[in-house]
């Protein structure tokens, strides 16, 4: 290693380096961060997704499972979570078995998160987690509920799923999601041959999911058909339609 | 500066591996909590045991044909089984028997089992 060192400054040298670090700092400071903060309101949305799923999860047992009482702990960052009592929220299904005999509204309620710095809003209503941008037409539904017909029996099974509260409640940091079930009942209501089962959905305040909503009513596990009415699905070869109505309560959040 | 012992860059060529190898064990780790739980949830969402306590009560009412019951008495039992199939396990459920079947010297009914509970289809027919 015999190299000539004669024209070798360690002041310029040092300059040099310095100069480097500076721009670059400055090039990320400019460019990178704001990428930096949409990508941490992105993770921030994408987070919450899956604790609503969890939710979704923790309310399928207190339904289907005869599990009394369920409580989750999850982290709400970049945003707010909400409860909407089902008075308050003014979102519901109508149901009719396709004669004036019977036809019945749905108050729903929801849980909503809503995203300080991104424009995503996630709400679970009626079983179903869903996803829209806030100054947006459109919805997507990350978790369908579990509403089937079945072929063989030609039975049409709606769950609804009611979320009531005491108070309002909205929170955002660490939070325990605590709910109970509060009671359920089953109605069968027997559909007459040429008659069809029309289910009608109106959206609350949380925002408008109706194109989540028709795109999980007209898929191949619910299998309605649109009407010429907007929003209004009708499912024809019904003879027994059962809705299982149940009233989830929030206790705290 | 020449004459610097350069023995030691191993150590710091290491380091740097280690540090890459534990990015890729934390994008692993990150996956694996979602595919845990949707591995999971399958095991816990399949109605084994509503199944097969259907399947238990469907044949305690063929076995109490032999007690002699009215049809009437016959239809109750039915629609028991369905009513609380629905109230309690959320499914739909239809069984019905057809004509009995000579198999291996032995007279046996053939009973047609239907469950549908919106996740899981469960169709059967048993020789009972």
């Known amino acids: 290693m015999k190299i000539n060192e004669k024209a070798v400054s360690e002041a310029i040298g040092f300059v040099l380096i310095l100069g480097i670090v500076i721009s670059g700092i400055g090039l990320v400071t400019l460019y990178g961060y704001p990428v930096l903060v949409k990508e941490q309101s992105n993770t921030d949305v994408r987070n919450m997704e899956r604790a609503m799923i969890v939710i979704q999860n923790d309310m399928k047992s207190l339904c289907f499972k005869n599990v009394p009482y369920k409580e989750t702990a999850l982290q709400v960052s970049g945003g707010t979570f909400e409860v909407i009592n089902a008075s308050d929220y003014g979102g519901y299904i109508n149901v009719t078995n396709g004669t004036a005999d019977f036809q019945q509204d749905y108050y729903l309620g929801a849980l909503t998160y809503r995203s300080d710095r991104g424009t995503g809003v996630i709400t679970l209503e009626n079983g179903a987690v869903m996803i829209r941008q806030d100054w947006a037409a459109g919805s997507a539904m990350l978790a369908e509920p579990r509403w089937f017909y079945d072929d063989s029996t030609k039975t049409f099974v709606i769950y609804v799923m009611n979320i009531t509260t005491d108070t309002y409640m909205a929170k955002s940091g660490m939070t325990t999601v605590r709910m109970s079930l509060e009671d359920s009942s089953t109605q069968s209501i027997p559909v007459w041959p040429g008659d069809n089962v029309t289910v009608e959905y109106t959206g609350g305040s949380s925002g408008d999911y109706s194109t989540a909503w028709e795109n999980y009513l007209t898929g191949t596990s619910v299998g309605m058909d649109k009407t010429a009415i907007d929003g209004k699905y009708e499912r024809t070869d019904v003879s027994k339609l059962v809705i299982k109505e149940y009233r989830i309560k929030i206790r705290d959040i | ?128």
């Open chain 2, 1 to 128: 500066m020449a004459c610097m012992n350069e023995d030691g860059q191993w150590i710091v060529l290491m380091g740097l591996l280690v540090a890459v190898g534990l990015f890729f064990l934390a994008l692993i780790i990150n996956q694996s909590a979602l595919v845990g739980q949707t591995t999971a949830e399958g095991v816990l969402e399949f109605p084994k045991n509503d199944i097969r306590d259907l399947r238990l009560a469907i044949f305690d009412y063929y076995d109490s044909y032999e007690e002699g019951l009215t049809p009437l008495e016959q239809q109750h039992y039915v629609d028991d089984i369905v009513r609380i199939s629905l109230e309690r396990k959320n499914a739909v459920v239809h069984f019905w028997n057809t004509t009995p079947e000579e198999i291996s010297g032995r007279t046996l009914c053939p009973i047609h089992i239907h469950y549908h509970n919106g996740v899981t289809k469960y169709d059967e027919t048993v020789y009972y």
